[in-house]
């Protein structure tokens, strides 16, 4: 009976620790132009771009 508490306490421990979250490189989470401009419909990547950004 002991032997199946710690089979199911290593699988659990296992479990919880293989998992982990990936990350982007340097853009901490931002989407690129094409990505955003196929999310909202637009037929151009073009407002999207940092580059191309309009300032007020």
Same mark, same amino acid.
């Given at each position: 009976? !002991? /032997?199946?508490? #710690?089979? #199911?306490?290593?699988?659990? #421990?296992? #479990? /919880?620790?293989?998992?982990?979250?990936?990350?982007? $490189?340097?853009?901490? %989470?931002?989407?690129?132009? %094409?990505?955003?401009? !196929? %999310?909202?419909?637009?037929?151009? $990547?073009?407002?999207? $771009?940092? %580059?191309?950004?309009? !300032?007020?």
């Amino acid at each position: 009976m !002991k /032997s199946i508490y #710690l089979i #199911l306490a290593v699988c659990g #421990l296992m #479990l /919880s620790t293989a998992c982990y979250t990936t990350r982007t $490189a340097g853009n901490s %989470g931002k989407v690129p132009p %094409g990505q955003a401009k !196929k %999310g909202y419909g637009s037929k151009s $990547a073009k407002p999207f $771009a940092p %580059g191309q950004r309009k !300032k007020n």
